[in-house]
């Protein structure tokens, strides 16, 4: 399901898979913008997303600056 209140479940969220890579850059504060290059869903091609980050501690969190775009998602670092 979607965690983001208010964004409509699409195929990636009910799977619970998306990925994409693109040119990076850096915002302002807490942001950065990502030009997708290639991805797991076609319709993100060519597509340009607007992300925020918040770090705590050994978690990384991202979050789309518009619902529609998808989900928040959590990173935690493991010790190795």
């Given amino acids: 399901k979607n965690l983001v209140p208010g964004a409509p479940d699409t ?3 009910v799977e619970g898979y998306e990925s994409y890579y693109g040119a ?3 915002g302002s504060g807490d942001s950065f ?3 997708i290059e290639s991805s ?3 319709k993100l091609v060519d597509q340009t997303v607007v992300r925020t980050y918040h770090i705590t501690g050994d978690q990384l969190v991202i979050t789309p600056q518009n619902a529609s775009e998808g989900r928040r998602v959590t990173y935690e ?3 190795g």
């Fill in 40 to 42: 797991s869903s076609d």
């Fill in 33 to 35: 913008t990502v030009h």
């Fill in 11 to 13: 195929d990636d969220t």
């Fill in 77 to 79: 670092r493991v010790a």
């Fill in 24 to 26: 990076l850059t850096v």
